[in-house]
Nanobody, 125 residues
Framework: QVQLVESGGGLVQAGGSLTLSCAASGRTFSRYAMGWFRQAPGKEREFVAA????????YYADSVKGRFTISKDNAKNTVTLQMGSLKPEDTAVYYCAARGPYSATSHDAWEYDYWGQGTQVTVSS
């Protein structure tokens, strides 16, 4: 069982930066691949970024490639999403998710086993 709690959301101007963190409970966190997804009002949940269980492989949606960076710290049981050059269309509730054990990256939400409650990110123009 893995419990996930996101933090770091907020209001930022376009062009700015924000870092989201996801704290995980459980001693087996290091075995899990992690992903970030987002959902804007009236839209379906969409994939943002993923990292494999070891942290050695990452995968990004085209819409955020080059602007966002995902990282995983197995010693601290956290996964981080650094977001830069933010745009109004990045506004959404951001969710972290865990997939495992020993999983590769995935952009499919249905492949993730555990989800956080989400954190709101609002980018003003």
């Amino acid at each position: 069982q893995v419990q996930l709690v996101e933090s770091g959301g907020g209001l930022v101007q376009a062009g700015g930066s924000l870092t989201l963190s996801c704290a995980a409970s459980g001693r087996t966190f290091s075995r899990y691949a992690m992903g970030w997804f987002r959902q804007a009002p009236g839209k379906e949940r969409e994939f943002v970024a993923a990292i494999n269980w070891s942290g050695g492989s990452t995968y990004y949606a085209d819409s955020v490639k080059g602007r966002f960076t995902i990282s995983k710290d197995n010693a601290k049981n956290t996964v981080t999403l650094q977001m830069g050059s933010l745009k109004p269309e990045d506004t959404a509730v951001y969710y972290c998710a865990a997939r495992g054990p020993y999983s590769a990256t995935s952009h499919d939400a249905w492949e993730y086993d555990y989800w956080g409650q989400g954190t709101q990110v609002t980018v003003s123009s």
